[in-house]
């Protein structure tokens, strides 16, 4: 079975911290996703990267930056982690091109106290 | 900016009800279309999709989309919802064009009592 693993289900950080969520994808797949999910505003994205060390950001991206060194895993940083960063995060992955869906991770749910 | 909109935030249905889930899209030229549902405490999950063809499409779990083009609309239906169906549901869509990503509606919010 096709596989997206995010290395922790809940994180509880402080204010300042610098966060790194991780994911790894199984499927060689090229292109690889960060989006924050919080209640009554669906998922946002944060960035993307479609090859390895290539990153685009996405709609949201402030506060936060990615690392992309290998195909297989693409890192979410918060270099100065702040209450309103506190949200649900979801990495993806997904074949390049039109019409294939994403293939999505169980999520990591962070706390910023 | 591209953008998709569902109608709902939140359903409340008996079981046996039927369901339908209203989605629209933006106009971007040509685009996929998406439904997700997440279960409670689960991942996402995709539930069924559009590419082009025969506008009315069969998911799992007995779900199916109809893809109305003159009206930018993708719809999520069910005849008869059970309790397990509650859940989130995320109408998406991804239009075709350069590096276009997976654009997400807020959401739907189904309640199925018992």
């Known amino acids: 079975d096709v596989k997206v693993t995010q290395s922790s289900r809940y994180l509880v950080k402080r204010t300042g911290e610098k966060v790194f969520l991780e994911c790894v994808q199984d499927?060689?797949?090229?292109?690889m996703f960060w989006y924050r999910q919080d209640p009554g505003l669906g998922l946002r994205l944060i960035y993307f990267s479609y090859d390895v060390k290539m990153k685009e950001k996405g709609d949201i991206p402030e506060g936060y930056s990615v690392s992309r060194e290998k195909k297989e895993r693409f890192s979410l940083i918060l270099e100065s982690a702040s209450t309103n960063q506190t949200s649900m995060y979801l990495c993806a992955s997904s074949f390049p091109g039109q019409g294939y869906g994403y293939t999505f991770g169980s999520g990591t749910r962070l706390t910023v106290v | 900016a591209q953008s998709v909109s569902q109608h709902n935030h939140h359903v409340i249905l008996s079981e046996a009800a039927s369901l339908e889930l209203g989605c629209n899209y933006s106009?971007?030229?040509?685009?996929?279309l998406f439904w997700y549902v997440q279960y409670p405490g689960q991942h996402l999950q995709l539930l069924l999709k559009?590419?082009?063809?025969?506008?009315l499409v069969k998911g799992i779990k007995g779900f199916e989309a109809e893809f109305i083009k003159s009206k930018f609309s993708f719809n999520l239906r069910k005849p008869s919802v059970q309790w397990s169906d509650t859940a989130e549901y995320f109408c998406a869509a991804l239009w075709n064009s350069g590096y276009s990503t997976l654009t997400f509606g807020k959401g739907t919010m189904l309640l199925v009592s018992p």
């Open positions: 106009y971007g030229g040509t685009v996929n």
């Open positions: 559009y590419f082009s063809g025969d506008p």
């Open positions: 499927m060689d797949h090229e292109n």
